[in-house]
């Protein structure tokens, strides 16, 4: 019976190499597959057999070879099913459907009338049903639904707090898989934006940071190619660091947090009493900018002085290789990175590269799709690329 068991595992994660590369490399003749896998040709054939059968590849005959047969390749068959990430925000839903190769096939932001947990649950309910019936058609269906939290979320999957919305101790997972009838997985919105940061844009950083910097200041670890997320799960909040003793008052009971100085909305709060205008828009700054605006110019200075000092604190205690920054407003900044990597200059301090998001607000679902993708093949790395 051992043996059984033994060959049975040896067969799935010579599966999970193989699904690997050819979601990696998009398109891949068996050959070639057995070069990159150390597979011999004839389990790479056993294994294509079995993965065309269920559907999960298809075989394309490539038109134009310069020499000898036209090679047969492989690709996901994106169509046999799909996945749905939800970035739960507070005032809006987002639901990004993904076929299985990656392929975003349908995006939505759904405003949400009040932050009442049993709302918030129905509504993200009726939408999973709903979109789930568009996916009827396919082999697998809708395959996963991929949560992220604004809050901390325990390994658990529990959600413990969500100071935006107000909401403790509260069982999300539970109370959605019986409102929209499915399994659901919960995963920590900043762990999620890291997690995309890696998939999408730098497949090749062993270790990422991901920081987002928005009503608050979320961060992200991937280390040594995985989450990390300490004892309980609530590793990475990073914005409830200290950085300026007795400073101003933060939502958790401390003062002089990080995120009451690094963050977006700080800045906004701090340019609404010096512009004398109860509410600014993230257009707003970004047209100040444009005509250099004074006041303007210095509180951006000093939002990036304490934006970078969260930074620096953050690269001696993980030493990264890529430092993604999400920021909807530095994105029209253009002289941000600039800027900041200006006052990285500790020689202690070592990153190799630091960029402003491209994924920009769809992070959260991104990453939420990959993280369903990723469970629904049990590949242990996931490749993907942007449309
Ligand atoms: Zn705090």
């Not at 090749?204 to 910097?213: I, P, V, Y």
């Not at 700054?285 to 210095?298: F, G, L």
């Not at 500790?346 to 994924?359: A, G, N, P, Q, T």
């Amino acid at each position: 019976m051992a043996a059984t068991g033994d060959a049975a595992y040896i067969k799935q994660i010579n599966r999970s190499l193989i699904l690997q590369k050819i979601i990696e490399k998009k398109m891949i003749s068996r050959a070639d597959l057995s070069k990159l896998t150390d597979l011999t040709r004839a389990t790479i054939s056993v294994q294509a057999a079995d993965l065309l059968e269920k559907e999960l590849v298809v075989e394309t005959q490539l038109e134009h070879h310069s020499v000898g047969r036209r090679p047969i390749m492989l690709s996901i068959n994106g169509q046999a099913g799909f996945v749905l990430g939800i970035d739960l925000d507070l005032g809006a839903m987002t639901f990004a459907l993904s076929d299985l190769a990656g392929k975003v096939v349908r995006l939505e932001t759904i405003p949400l009338q009040s932050d009442s947990y049993e709302e918030v649950v129905k509504t993200a309910a009726k939408n999973i049903r709903r979109i789930q019936s568009y996916c009827e058609e396919s082999r697998y269906g809708l395959v996963s639904v991929v949560v992220g939290v604004h809050g901390l979320v325990t390994l658990e999957e529990h959600v413990h707090f969500v100071p935006r919305l107000g909401w403790t101790d509260v069982s999300l997972k539970t109370d959605l898989e019986e409102a929209a009838g499915l399994p659901i997985t919960l995963e920590n919105n900043a762990n999620l934006c890291s997690f995309a940061e890696r998939v999408y844009a730098h497949p090749e950083a062993k270790n990422l940071l991901g920081a987002s910097f928005s009503s608050g200041i979320g961060l992200g670890m991937m280390m040594n190619e995985d989450f990390f997320k300490g004892e309980n799960g609530f590793a990475g909040e990073a914005g409830h660091m200290i950085v300026v003793p007795n400073g101003r008052p933060c939502s958790c009971g401390n003062k002089g947090c990080w995120e009451q100085y690094g963050s977006e909305s700080a800045l906004f709060r701090e340019l609404s009493v010096k512009k004398k205008q109860e509410t600014i828009t993230r257009a707003d700054v970004i047209d100040w900018i444009q005509a250099r605006d004074e006041t303007v110019m210095e509180m951006m200075d000093e939002f990036l002085f304490y934006l970078s000092v969260g930074l620096n604190n953050m690269i001696n205690l993980y030493n990264p290789n890529v430092v993604v920054l999400n920021s909807e407003l530095l994105r029209f900044y253009p002289e941000a990175i600039k800027r900041i990597e200006a006052q990285l200059v500790s020689d202690i301090s070592h990153y190799r590269e630091l960029h402003i998001s491209k994924l920009g607000k769809q992070a959260c679902s991104l990453g939420a799709c990959a993280l369903g993708i990723k469970q629904f093949f049990h590949i242990s790395t996931l490749q993907l690329e942007m449309d």
